[in-house]
């Protein structure tokens, strides 16, 4: 990372005049470099070395943004730097995928040196006068006890830059719990202007009362007492501040301890040693071949994902998050966040011992803030059994069986509020389980004293309401079945009369009559599957509706397996929730509005949502909804599958403090890909009803069952 912003500063593309400033120099009025990030070569020079056709192997590079604010003409821009280490070859040329027409300098992602002018400027001027009230009404003050937080997204175009600001209580210790506890207090600012010098706070909103100017705002909260309808406040603001202090943190000591519950729980651990074994960044077990990745922006990635010497997948990994709020309040009333903006691959460590085994292997991955940042443990591997669901299980004069066992690839992913844990899990018989969830503290605002619940969710704590909202995650999926000549075969499980159902997949011309109906049918409905190839971009997106059950299949046609069925992947997307969503958000978070989209993989089409499309959800760039506009085939082709998982979130008092974690998931499935069950190249057990065992048996560990010793410090945490 530093070896490629080292080059930039020193070889600036022609265009930009001014220099790169660092360290403390940087702020809105210079050029700064605001992320660098991995950038991946194209596909096609990829397989190509990977496969042994070519003995090329693509060049490192790097993707850098950068911030022009101090040009003339301020804008964004994004270069490829390459090849690294930096040479005399290196160049910085433009992203293939980077809109045309340039990024809007107000369409930016909010970022450190905005927000220092910010709280050095208007915030500071909005609590100078607010923490006279602040201070008497809720018991604290900015920025000792208060903190303000910004929203998106920030107007209609990307001309506009409206930075809606909640103020709410910063909890000693914690970072994030402060979404626990917004004060019915916020304000606006316009920072459209180019120059920050013409931003202004234009709206302030105090207990419901909306004031035009700072000086209304003092003015009227002196003409009225504490507790009026004008300066709603605690009754007791000392009581107040020590209850969510208290409320932030999960542990209750004083309540009673559960039966056993000061004894130590189940662990894993491995009675020969770990059954994988990596190589730099690939993984190997049971036959899987996987490579772990990611990219500061989108997160979690897995490449060149191979199963008994076969690529099922070019790539695997995460897109975006999109959360959008409802609420009768003025920031979540008017919220949506895509989260990809703002990095998903921030990492933080996860926490040994906790989120993975201690047992687990580690890989870290550095990431960019105005500096490498490196994390050690941002990915754990390791081998889990699933106890419950044996492979394989028969029952009649024997009992055949083998552990569920999985190769377990799991990353952490912090969101804002949330803290995301995705986990990749590979299983024996070629499968691939992919399921995303999240926990932490639920965004919320004041409740107004009235009822309980309300269109848009519930009061939770003594002044805290959380509002509703969905967590829809997207993935890409570049799936590659012997090949990259694919197709995609839509299964529709049907119920009708005899006659339909074996005239299904006949030609028009062949068609069977009631008196062609075999006399062996009792009865004349029956349940049958429906093929359909699909044949273009526009008819291959797929929406889950329980009474019309799908499944998907990416094969390829050209072959066949022993019994003459095309070989293939099935595609399995647990169905969740709905899909609901105000027009102001379809557009930039289009990859949200379907569960399965397909389409031909272009190495221009890289990502599910544009960087920007946040701070411009009425007009954006990156739309996934730009992929489809040409309605490609896509019979015969290289395609990429987009997935997206939907939980929508009312959030009750069992959120509060911490919220109920919740997972959604999709598996990847051989379909007629093998002659039989892969799995049988596996020892198990097969025991006979006397308890004779026949058969190879599944492998014991010798001697006493004794974990290998542990150390009892704390494990490390590289996390904030």
């Known amino acids: 990372m530093e070896d490629a912003a080292t080059w930039f500063r020193a070889n600036l593309p022609a265009g930009i005049i001014n220099p790169i400033a660092t360290g403390d120099a940087v702020n809105i009025d210079t050029n700064y470099i605001f992320r660098v990030d991995s950038f991946y070569p194209a596909k096609r020079a990829a397989v190509d070395y990977l496969d042994g056709v070519s003995n ?62 910010l709280r050095s400027g208007l915030v500071q001027d909005f609590f100078d006068v607010a923490n006279e009230f602040l201070a008497t009404d ?36 914690t970072w994030r719990s402060i979404d626990l506890h917004q004060l019915p207090v916020a304000f606006v600012i316009d920072a459209s202007n180019f120059n920050s010098n013409l931003w202004s706070i234009t709206k302030i909103y105090w207990c419901d009362f909306e004031y035009a100017t700072l000086t209304d705002l003092q003015t009227t909260l002196r003409q009225n007492a504490k507790g009026s309808p004008r300066r709603c406040a605690y009754p007791d603001p000392a009581a107040a501040i020590a209850a969510l202090n208290y409320d932030a943190y999960p542990l209750r000591t004083g309540l009673p301890q559960r039966p056993f519950a000061d004894r130590a729980g189940p662990d894993l651990y491995e009675p020969e040693g770990q059954r994988f074994r990596m190589q730099g960044r690939t993984v190997y077990w049971m036959d899987w071949e996987v490579t772990i990745s990611g990219t500061m922006r989108n997160g979690p990635m897995l490449r060149n994902i191979k199963y008994k010497g076969e690529r099922i997948a070019y790539e695997l990994g995460i897109q975006d998050f999109l959360l959008v709020y409802s609420g009768n309040d003025v920031i979540h009333g008017n919220t949506a966040f895509m989260d990809a903006s703002f990095g998903l691959g921030e990492w933080r460590g996860l926490l040994r011992g906790n989120d993975c085994p201690d047992t687990a292997a580690y890989l870290g991955q550095d990431w960019w803030g105005g500096g490498p940042v490196e994390v050690d443990d941002m990915v754990c591997v390791f081998e889990q059994w699933h106890p419950g669901q044996p492979q394989l299980w028969r029952r009649d004069q024997y009992q055949f069986s083998l552990k569920n066992y999985h190769l377990m690839i799991k990353f952490g992913t912090p969101a ?46 003594q002044n805290t309401f959380a509002p509703l909202h969905d967590h829809s995650i997207g993935f890409k999926v570049d799936l590659d079945i012997l090949g990259e000549q694919n197709s995609v075969e839509q299964m529709r499980f049907r119920s009708g009369s005899t006659l339909d159902a074996l005239n299904s997949g006949r030609a028009a011309n062949n068609q069977l009559t009631i008196n062609d109906v075999p006399s062996h049918f009792d009865n004349d409905e029956v349940r049958y599957i429906e093929y359909n190839t699909v044949q273009r971009e526009q008819d291959a997106r797929f929406r889950i509706t329980p009474q019309d059950p799908h499944r998907w299949v990416i094969e390829n046609q050209a072959m ?128 006979q009803r006397d308890g004779d065992i026949r058969g190879t048996r599944e492998p014991k560990a010798d001697g006493t069952c004794i974990p290998p010793s542990l150390s009892d410090a704390p494990h490390p945490f590289s996390g904030a």
Request: proline share 8%; aromatic share 12%; no cysteine.
């Open 560 to 687: 066949k397996n022993k019994w003459g069925n095309t070989r293939g992947y099935k595609i399995h997307i647990d169905a969740g929730d709905g899909m609901t969503y105000p027009n102001w958000v379809k557009s930039a978070a289009a990859f949200a509005q379907y569960n399965l989209q397909v389409s031909v993989q272009k190495d221009s089409e890289q990502t599910a949502t544009g960087p920007y499309d946040n701070f411009q959800m009425f007009t954006p760039q990156g739309s996934l909804d730009n992929y489809f506009a040409d309605n490609q085939s896509i019979v015969n082709q290289d395609l990429v599958q987009w997935i997206t998982l939907h939980t929508l979130h009312a959030p009750t008092s069992e959120d509060y403090p911490l919220t109920v974690p919740f997972a959604a998931s999709f598996w990847i499935v051989p379909h007629n890909y093998f002659d039989e069950n892969p799995v049988m190249d596996m020892p198990a057990d097969l025991i």
């Open 416 to 461: 804002g509020n949330y803290d995301y844990i995705t986990h990749f899990g590979f299983t024996l018989g070629g499968g691939i389980h992919v399921q995303s969830g999240s926990s932490g503290y639920a965004q919320t605002y004041w409740w107004r004293g009235a009822e309980s619940r309300d269109p848009f969710g519930y009061r939770i704590q």
């Open 138 to 173: 809720f018991g604290a003050t900015y920025p000792e006890g208060i903190r303000e937080f910004h929203t998106e997204p920030l107007g209609p175009t990307s001309a506009d830059r409206i930075r809606r600001v909640r103020v709410m209580h910063k909890v000693p210790g």
């Open 56 to 117: 090329v192997r693509p060049p490192r590079q790097a993707r850098i943004t950068v911030a022009l604010g101090g040009e003339t003409n301020k804008r964004i821009e994004e270069y490829v730097v390459g090849p690294l280490p930096a040479g005399p070859s290196t160049t910085a040329t433009r992203p293939v995928d980077f809109p045309a027409a340039g990024v809007h300098w107000n369409a930016r992602i909010r970022d450190g040196p905005e927000q220092s002018r």
